[in-house]
């Protein structure tokens, strides 16, 4: 079993940044992509970035030049730099973890841009 646990959600102003974390423990397959998605009330859960044990990053075109996806794999952290947020990126955000055929996701953290 896998556990996630994300942190640094909050409530920002547009233009402004914030940082999210994810720490995964438990029996974590060595090859793996981690990430993140996000679900904005009314909406479905999209993804927003993703990052493989090689390396292998995938940003949405939303995100795209705004995000910066990375990970430490000896503390199996990701990490998601978000800058020049907008009112539209306000969502809970989800980390995920895929590896040895399994799906995991972390509980959410909020994250709200006010214009």
């Known amino acids: 079993q896998v556990q996630l646990v994300e942190s640094g959600g909050g409530l920002v102003q547009a233009g402004g940044s914030l940082r999210l974390s994810c720490a995964a423990s438990?029996?974590?397959?060595?090859?793996?992509?981690m990430g993140w998605y996000r679900q904005a009330p009314g909406k479905q859960r999209e993804l927003v970035a993703t990052?493989?044990?090689?390396?292998?990053?995938k940003y949405s075109d939303s995100v795209k030049g705004r995000f910066t996806i990375s990970r430490d794999s000896a503390k199996n952290t990701v990490y998601l730099q978000m800058n020049s947020l907008k009112p539209e990126d306000t969502a809970v955000y989800y980390c995920?973890?895929?590896?040895?055929?399994?799906?995991?996701w972390g509980q959410g953290t909020q994250v709200t841009v006010s214009s």
């Open positions: 995920n973890l895929k590896g040895d055929g399994r799906n995991y």
């Open positions: 990052i493989s044990s090689g390396a292998t990053i």
């Open positions: 438990g029996s974590i397959f060595s090859i793996n992509t």
